[in-house]
Nanobody, 118 residues
Framework: QVQLAESGGGLVQAGGSLRLSCAASGRAFSSYTLGWFRQAPGKEREFVARITWNTDNTYYADSVKGRFTISRDNAKNTLYLQMNSLKPDDTAVYFC???????????WGQGIQVTVSS
């Protein structure tokens, strides 16, 4: 098990940038596939991006492709989400998640608010 804690959220104008971080405590961070999800008011939680545990392959939702970049630093036990060209539709609570190897996400952070003003 790992414990996850997001940081770096806040209020930004449309077109701006933010970088979210997700610090993990626990063992074997490098053995986890990591993901970012988000949930906007009145909507279901949706996938944003993920990075695999062994090859660092990355995958993105179509809505963020080309604007967001997911990365990880295993030496620092930290996951990142660089968000550029932000839009008001990106406003949501963002969650990081971890699943051992390629398993289901069974470790979640508490979430952090990102608000993009028009």
């Amino acid at each position: 098990q790992v414990q996850l804690a997001e940081s770096g959220g806040g209020l930004v104008q449309a077109g701006g940038s933010l970088r979210l971080s997700c610090a993990a405590s626990g063992r074997a961070f490098s053995s986890y596939t990591l993901g970012w999800f988000r949930q906007a008011p009145g909507k279901e939680r949706e996938f944003v991006a993920r990075i695999t545990w062994n090859t660092d392959n990355t995958y993105y939702a179509d809505s963020v492709k080309g604007r967001f970049t997911i990365s990880r630093d295993n030496a620092k036990n930290t996951l990142y989400l660089q968000m550029n060209s932000l839009k008001p539709d990106d406003t949501a609570v963002y969650f990081c998640a971890a699943g051992i190897y390629s398993g289901p996400y069974d470790n979640w952070g508490q979430g952090i608010q990102v608000t993009v003003s028009s």
